[in-house]
């Protein structure tokens, strides 16, 4: 028998490729909230010459507590995305299984954050 004769028993994603796709929209999720949570940790900056008058005080430093949560997120993100490719990588064995591009891309920028926050 030829491999064209193969009968395909697949049905349709099972519950565990399901969870997969939950799982990635929740590191979506995650990584944006790391954003926002992001805007409001860092020092604040004078965007434009003409935005200063010279008497607005801009904060110079991190807002500890929402920087730990801000790595926190970061890192909680990673763990989820990396996790999510290393089950869909052991679950793939045929040809026409695909690598899910929108959880690497999400795995590579969170840790190009991460080496761009911890190397200097």
């Not at 010459?49 to 010279?54: K, N, P, V």
């Not at 299984?97 to 891309?105: A, I, P, S, V």
């Amino acid at each position: 028998m030829g491999k064209t004769n193969r009968k395909e028993r697949r049905k349709g994603p099972d519950t565990l490729q399901r969870l997969i796709v939950l799982v990635s929209l929740l590191a979506w999720v995650i990584f944006i909230s790391a954003l926002v949570v992001y805007h409001y940790a860092r020092p604040e900056i004078a965007y434009s010459a003409f935005q200063s008058s010279g008497t607005e005080v801009y904060r110079d430093h991190w807002v500890e507590d929402l920087r730990q949560v801000f790595l926190l997120l970061l890192w909680t993100c990673c763990g989820i995305t990396l996790g999510g490719m290393l089950i869909n990588w052991s679950r793939s064995r045929r040809r026409t299984d695909y690598f899910k591009m929108n959880t690497g891309l999400l795995a590579a920028i969170v840790i190009a954050i991460l080496l761009f926050y911890y190397l200097p």
